[in-house]
């Protein structure tokens, strides 16, 4: 979600409403032009955004927190999910699963400085098993401090490899959180996807990967398209929309962050990005 990527989502109106990617919160509470920085991409076209912050103490992400919602987020969102290693390393991001007191009170010293925001959390179903969750979501819920939970039916350890029947999870998740509003994550390439998580009791579908493989997909999944572009012609669509916002405001370009939404896009090890890899700086900019 660099600053190129939300205007060209902008310009098409392919979302209405942000959750930004993890903003990292670690040793002080950085400059309001710093946190300015981070919240600008997402705010040019006046959209409610949901911050997500990444941390581990709880004084420090409310300070950051509150600082957010006074520059305009509408809510919080705390990242209990990353798989990183290096995040995993402090402690951070899928690291907290296995600290749910300290998960708990994040979530309660968040919700009790912002009363009147929206507090949410992602997590993974577990850090190495499923079954983590019988504990981790009743906990959670219990701290009446979220407004709702996202939730990646993988487990921390299960990073992003296959889990047959992965999906099946969030059922006994959605079960477990009551009242609290479960929002799935993991593999909606398609609307047939989406709808199997509200089939399982979620409130809603988060899509990330799926995106990038069809920009148009989160539009599909909320409205009836009558004249819908295939996500190929979609791909190519969003494509040029990128490379004309980035035409018309130089800064915003990056080849190598180009680069990276092509493969993303049509996969890294395809003839379209072997084609697309050697181009220099301009031709991907002018490229058909
Ligand atoms: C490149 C990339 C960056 C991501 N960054 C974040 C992030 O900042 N915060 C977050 O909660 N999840 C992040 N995720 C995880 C996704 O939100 C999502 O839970 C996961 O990718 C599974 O969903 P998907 O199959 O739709 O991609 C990221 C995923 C990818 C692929």
């Not at 219990?142 to 993988?154: K, N, Y």
Request: proline share 5%; glycine share 6%; with cysteine.
């Amino acid at each position: 979600m660099t600053p190129v990527f939300c205007r060209a989502f902008h310009q098409l109106n392919l979302t209405d409403g942000w959750l930004s990617p993890y903003y990292r919160v670690s040793t002080n509470v950085p400059r309001d032009k710093k946190l300015k920085k981070f919240l600008q991409p997402f705010m040019e076209n006046d959209l409610p955004v949901i911050v997500q912050l990444m941390g581990t103490d709880p004084s420090l992400l409310t300070k950051v927190a509150e600082q957010m919602v006074f520059l305009g987020a509408k809510g919080i969102n705390l990242n209990f999910a990353c798989p990183s290693r290096q995040v995993l390393k402090s402690g951070a991001g899928g690291a907290l699963l296995k600290d749910i007191p300290l998960m708990v009170k994040i979530v309660k010293s968040i919700k009790n400085a912002l009363p009147k925001s929206s507090i949410s959390a992602k997590i993974r179903c577990g850090f190495e098993e499923w079954s983590e969750s019988k504990k981790i979501i009743p906990a959670l819920v219990e701290s009446s401090a979220l407004d709702f939970i996202g939730v990646h039916f993988r487990t921390v350890k299960e990073n992003y490899s296959t889990v047959p029947l992965g999906v099946e999870r969030l059922r006994s998740i959605v079960a477990l959180a009551d009242e609290v509003p479960i929002i799935g994550s993991g593999d909606i390439f398609s609307t047939e996807d989406a709808n199997k998580l509200l089939e399982l009791g979620c409130s809603g579908a988060m899509v990330a990967r799926g995106i990038l493989r069809d920009p148009f997909l989160i539009h599909n999944l909320q409205h009836t398209v009558k004249n819908k572009l295939s996500p190929e012609d979609g791909r190519k669509y969003f494509f040029s929309i990128l490379q004309k916002t980035a035409k018309s405001d130089k800064k915003l370009y990056s080849r190598a962050k180009f680069l990276e939404y092509a493969a993303m896009m049509w996969g890294a090890k395809s003839k379209k990005f072997s084609k697309l890899k050697v181009l220099n700086e301009k031709d991907l900019l002018d490229w058909q």
